[in-house]
T-cell receptor, first 115, second 109 residues
Framework: SAVISQKPSRDICQRGTSLTIQCQVDSQVTMMFWYRQQPGQSLTLIATANQGSEATYESGFVIDKFPISRPNLTFSTLTVSNMSPEDSSIYLC????????????FGEGSRLTVL | GEDVEQSLFLSVREGDSSVINCTYT??????LYWYKQEPGAGLQLLTYIFSNMDMKQDQRLTVLLNKKDKHLSLRIADTQTGDSAIYFC?????????FGDGTTLTVKP
């Protein structure tokens, strides 16, 4: 398994500001992902974080709004830019530890409230 | 695009078995997952099954996969009040996963 730490665990932010969420894994992993879970809803994949190159974004998500970094095999950041109340969600980091297994683990999430 | 559907609610009595069902549309799915989410917490991976398997058992959990009908189920034996949570079904292909809307399981004493 993998131990995934996310910071911050929760935050309250003002409209128009930006917040960077960090994801740290206790071991090297092959794939890292960022998901969003809006209140009372399911998870939606934002992007795949690629080491040393630009992230791969899903339909409806763009780099200007959700810039992502992944400098190495254990760490990634997601920035939520120019926030509005509609960005209030839980943001979750997810990892696949090996290409040979299907295990997909999640962090505890970062609960973001935008006023 | 890919779609995963689950019933929204299930209520059982403590000690009974719970069966949560899920259907998906992507015939290329490689892995199928069950996650548990308790209030205010992240997603806990309960179990997963490779698409060429029909069944997987892990203690109180049994996963059944009907690939022809694209139907996945999770059976929890001897359901306890601590099993009350939201259960998410998910499918994965090429590393990307699609989640259902979650089934809220309520266990009554």
């Amino acid at each position: 398994s993998a131990v995934i730490s996310q910071k911050p665990s929760r935050d309250i932010c003002q409209r128009g500001t930006s917040l960077t969420i960090q994801c740290q894994v206790d071991s090297q992993v092959t794939m890292m992902f960022w998901y969003r879970q809006q209140p009372g809803q399911s998870l939606t994949l934002i992007a795949t974080a690629n080491q040393g190159s630009e992230a791969t974004y899903e339909s409806g998500f763009v780099i200007d709004k959700f810039p992502i970094s992944r400098p190495n095999l254990t760490f990634s950041t997601l920035t939520v830019s120019n926030m509005s109340p509609e960005d209030s969600s839980i943001y979750l980091c997810s990892v696949r530890t090996s290409a040979n297994t299907g295990e997909l683990f999640f962090g505890e999430g970062s609960r973001l409230t935008v006023l | 695009g890919e779609d995963v559907e689950q019933s929204l609610f299930l209520s059982v009595r403590e000690g009974d078995s719970s069966v949560i069902n899920c259907t998906y549309t992507d015939s290329s799915s490689t892995y199928l997952y069950w996650y548990k989410q308790e209030p205010g917490a992240g997603l806990q991976l309960l179990t997963y099954i490779f698409s060429n398997m029909d069944m997987k058992q892990d203690q109180r959990l049994t996963v059944l996969l009907n690939k022809k009908d694209k139907h996945l189920s999770l059976r929890i034996a001897d359901t306890q009040t601590g099993d009350s949570a939201i259960y998410f079904c998910a499918e994965s292909y090429a590393g990307k996963s699609t989640f259902g809307d979650g089934t809220t399981l309520t266990v009554k004493p």
